[in-house]
T-cell receptor, first 112, second 115 residues
Framework: EDQVTQSPEALRLQEGESSSLNCSYTVSGLRGLFWYRQDPGKGPEFLFTLYSAGEEKEKERLKATLTKKESFLHITAPKPEDSATYLCAVQEAIQGAQKLVFGQGTRLTINP | DGGITQSPKYLFRKEGQNVTLSCEQN?????MYWYRQDPGQGLRLIYYSQIVNDFQKGDIAEGYSVSREKKESFPLTVTSAQKNPTAFYLC??????????????FGDGTRLSIL
């Protein structure tokens, strides 16, 4: 069974203090790994899709990387507005359907 | 603006009552999905639909039902058989299912509580 584990569950940083969030996965055939940002009381907002090991994507202060077993979301010099829950999901290789398996998320808080 | 609209934002259910959550999208997406989110847990798939008049059970379909009569709409009914319905319900859509690895886009959710 495909599984996604995110760590840490919660992370508190000072403004400007860089760090990384981890997403470890086991999947029979990876068709895509997705990162989302979720603000309280809102739906997840799409950030990145990664398809193969070695791939990297960047958006403002965020950079996502992918290996065969895990993905990292690096946040550089974060600002308070980067505070949110970050979700990772893998797409299962099931014919005829795009099924996503989500991790439980990392709740990131950036203190000013 | 294109997007996914979920309503209502908050919903209360009485014992023995069925309630229906609305999801409408104007993104012209073929595939639509319903997820349930509980505190400290990842999103779990309830039902999904790849085309009109067709849908499949996800991982936690018991106590729920759906319909897909129009491409734009995918309502979810939480029946009285769902004994623990309190949760945040999220609707999503994507360009296509199957071999597509296009991202799913989400609405802003409906929070369901028991009276």
């Amino acid at each position: 069974e495909d599984q996604v584990t995110q760590s840490p569950e919660a992370l508190r940083l000072q403004e400007g203090e860089s760090s990384s969030l981890n997403c470890s996965y086991t999947v029979s055939g990876l068709r895509g790994l997705f990162w989302y940002r979720q603000d309280p009381g809102k739906g997840p907002e799409f950030l990145f899709t990664l398809y193969s090991a070695g791939e990297e994507k960047e958006k403002e202060r965020l950079k996502a990387t992918l290996t065969k077993k895990e993905s990292f979301l690096h946040i550089t010099a974060p600002k308070p507005e980067d505070s949110a829950t970050y979700l990772c999901a893998v797409q299962e290789a099931i014919q005829g359907a795009q099924k996503l398996v989500f991790g439980q998320g990392t709740r990131l808080t950036i203190n000013p | 603006d294109g997007g996914i609209t979920q309503s209502p934002k908050y919903l209360f259910r009485k014992e023995g009552q069925n309630v229906t959550l609305s999801c409408e999208q104007n993104l012209n997406h073929d595939a639509m999905y319903w997820y349930r989110q509980d505190p400290g847990q990842g999103l779990r798939l309830i039902y999904y639909s790849q085309i009109v008049n067709d849908f499949q059970k996800g991982d936690i379909a018991e106590g729920y039902s759906v319909s897909r009569e129009k491409k734009e709409s995918f309502p979810l009914t939480v029946t009285s058989a769902q004994k623990n319905p309190t949760a945040f319900y999220l609707c999503a859509s994507s360009i296509a299912g199957g071999h597509s690895n296009q991202p799913q886009h989400f609405g802003d959710g409906t929070r369901l509580s028991i009276l």
